[in-house]
């Protein structure tokens, strides 16, 4: 009898987890057509000034016009680059279910660590706007499931945030640049890092596989290298829209929204045949997830 109450107290436990993650699930089943373009929501942007921004440099946000709360993502943009270079990731990234804000920095100049400080103000203000009964975003921000993303120094403040703030679901740092991979090795937050293998500015081998590889392997990560192709092969989709839309819209789907429809993007066949195309010349990751 007490075997058996225990079994029905572990098949409850295991029905409420699946019900929680399944009311995060936003959008039709996934296919490998409908996240290689623009998703199935309508969106629209507010302008956020560098008057009316705290801790960055304003910016803007892009948003499901349907109801209901998402997750939030903040985008950096990398050194001497404005926001305008990463507009393509939130405008793919909103049109399947997601808050995002790409933000200007302070400075043109910051450093890595700076943005990894604005990334987190960020979100933290796009959440505030949420709970705004004044404010278009009034219900729509999820401050609970929260990401970051960001290009070379934006990347690099990208693993930083992650690093330093355990309680974010997930990380897209895209051909990022720093100086060191040592606090990497604290990172807990599910990490998939593009590199670019022509890169001179932050080259694969001394940045993006270096810090892959300091990412505990108990952490969720993946690694994907866009063949041939310079620093710049991310920045708003970098002529990689169809592969690189798809396998951040997975990554952000599966651990923001914890959203297991998307795992086989990111694990197996379907996975496997995206690196193995002519476009990928390294992968690595530590499925399944």
């Excluded at 950096?76 to 793919?92: D, I, K, L, N």
């Excluded at 990234?93 to 990334?119: C, K, M, W, Y």
């Excluded at 959203?259 to 379907?270: H, I, P, W």
Aim: net charge positive; hydrophobic share 35%; aromatic share 10%.
């Amino acid at each position: 009898m007490k075997f058996r109450l225990a079994k029905l107290a572990v098949l409850s436990c295991a029905l409420a987890s699946a019900s929680a993650f399944a009311q995060y699930q936003k959008g039709p089943d996934p296919t490998t057509s409908a996240l290689e373009r623009a998703g199935s929501f309508a969106t629209r942007t507010i302008s956020v000034s560098s008057l009316a921004a705290s801790g960055f440099g304003g910016g803007r946000i892009y948003y499901p016009t349907a109801s209901g709360s998402y997750g939030v993502i903040a985008v950096s943009p990398g050194y001497t680059g404005t926001a305008s270079t990463m507009y393509f990731w939130g405008e793919r990234l909103s049109s399947h279910g997601f808050v995002v804000i790409v933000i200007e920095t302070n400075t043109l100049l910051d450093q890595p660590g700076s943005r990894a400080n604005q990334l987190v103000a960020a979100l933290n203000y796009t959440v505030s706007q949420g709970n705004s009964r004044t404010s278009a975003l009034y219900g729509k921000v999820d401050g609970n499931r929260r990401g970051v993303a960001g290009h070379s120094m934006g990347g690099g403040g990208t693993l930083i945030a992650a690093a330093d703030n355990p309680s974010l679901k997930a990380a897209v740092p895209m051909a990022p640049w720093n100086l060191s991979s040592l606090s990497f090795r604290n990172i807990r937050v599910p990490t998939m890092i593009f590199g670019c293998q022509s890169d001179a500015i932050a080259p694969v081998n001394t940045h993006s596989v270096p810090f892959y590889n300091a990412i505990p392997s108990s952490t969720s990560k993946g690694y994907v290298e866009m063949r041939l192709d310079d620093h710049f092969c991310v920045m708003n989709g970098g002529g990689h829209y169809e592969t690189l839309g798809k396998l951040g819209i997975s990554w952000f789907k599966r651990f923001i929204d914890q959203d297991t429809r998307y795992s086989k993007f990111l694990c197996g066949a379907e996975y496997n045949a995206t690196v193995r195309s002519t476009e990928v010349s390294d992968s690595k990751n530590n499925c399944p997830y």
